[in-house]
């Protein structure tokens, strides 16, 4: 597509359900990354993929965060037992080879868990 | 520990002014310094980069300034226009093998009054 593509938008969980936000990167980026923003903060880095491999997850909060990305392409980010701490808008972003310095982002879902 | 600490938190300029946002970092092992250009409900766009290599980066009415010896870069925003309010970032990448993730300063809010 022409851009990094995320659903749903918004989100809206009670506490301690299970929730899948999916992302679609620019057809042909081989990296893929994860971000969440908090309100009035900048992002924070959660993971990184180059391909089908999970290349850095350091910035995963716990246990509770996983993120796969099967074939290369559309990623899944997945919260287990959402907290109202989770609350955040999460971004994707890709870039064209390992270590492009200019991601593209996408728009992000607002996650709330009330 | 916040790595990339920015400021102000938010400025206000004259249409037709020079909006100026600083950032400093920490840590030196830090090689690439881009900022962000975030409108309400998008994703962050890259708006300009730099490398410690050079002190000055110009593009358009955007110029990114570098002090490698103080370890502080700002973004200058000269003739600032009522479509430039918007929040930016600054964020700097760390070198080192898979290593790609962006550390964010907290963002500045932008608002140019006609």
């Known amino acids: 597509g022409a851009g990094v593509s995320q659903t749903p938008s918004n989100k809206v969980t009670e506490k301690g359900k299970y929730v899948e936000l999916r992302c679609d990167p620019i057809s042909g980026h081989t990296a893929l990354y994860w971000y969440r923003q908090s309100l009035g903060q900048g992002p924070e880095f959660l993971i990184y993929f180059q391909g089908t491999g999970a290349a850095d997850d350091s910035g995963l909060p716990n246990d509770r965060f996983f993120a796969v990305r099967p074939e290369g392409s559309v990623s899944t980010l997945k919260i287990q037992r959402t907290e109202r701490g989770d609350s955040a808008v999460y971004l994707c972003a890709s870039s064209d080879r390992t270590g492009s310095y200019g991601y593209t982002f996408g728009s992000g879902t607002r996650l709330t868990v009330v | 520990q916040q790595q990339v600490k920015q400021s102000p938190q938010s400025l206000i300029v004259q249409k037709g002014g020079i909006s100026i946002i600083n950032c400093a970092y920490e840590?030196?092992?830090?090689?690439?310094f881009p900022w962000y250009q975030q409108f309400p409900g998008k994703g962050p766009a890259l708006l300009i980069a730099i490398r410690p290599d050079v002190s000055e980066k110009k593009e358009g009415r955007f110029t990114i300034s570098f002090n490698k010896s103080a370890k502080q870069f700002s973004l200058h925003i000269m003739d600032s226009q009522p479509g430039d309010s918007a929040t930016y970032f600054c964020a700097a990448r760390r070198s080192g093998a898979g290593s790609y993730q962006l550390t964010f300063g907290k963002g500045t809010k932008l608002s140019v009054i006609p």
């Open positions: 840590n030196t092992a830090f090689d690439y």
